[in-house]
């Protein structure tokens, strides 16, 4: 687990709100994203929240491949 007080791509931390989300804690990270432990407040459940790099998000192709179908 990385050091809690590094900032996660795109700006995120732990204890931080997002779209519906408290994120208490970073689960893990890597070159491409930052997971966290994130409480899903609309449905009251824990999930793993992944947010991409800054730089992938940006990258149209990247975005494409992400969501193909």
């Known amino acids: 687990m990385s050091d ?3 900032q996660a791509p795109g700006e995120f931390a732990a204890d931080s709100r997002i779209a519906g989300y408290e994120i208490p804690a970073e689960i893990g990270r ?3 994203a930052a997971v ?3 409480l899903d ?3 009251n459940r824990w ?3 992944k947010i991409l ?3 992938l ?3 149209d192709a990247f975005r ?4 193909s179908t």
């Open 53 to 55: 790099a800054p730089t």
């Open 57 to 59: 998000a940006g990258d």
């Open 36 to 38: 966290f432990r994130a």
């Open 47 to 49: 999930v793993a929240l």
């Open 41 to 43: 407040t609309r449905l």
């Open 64 to 67: 494409r491949r992400l969501v």
């Open 30 to 32: 890597g070159g491409m």
């Open 4 to 6: 809690k007080t590094s």
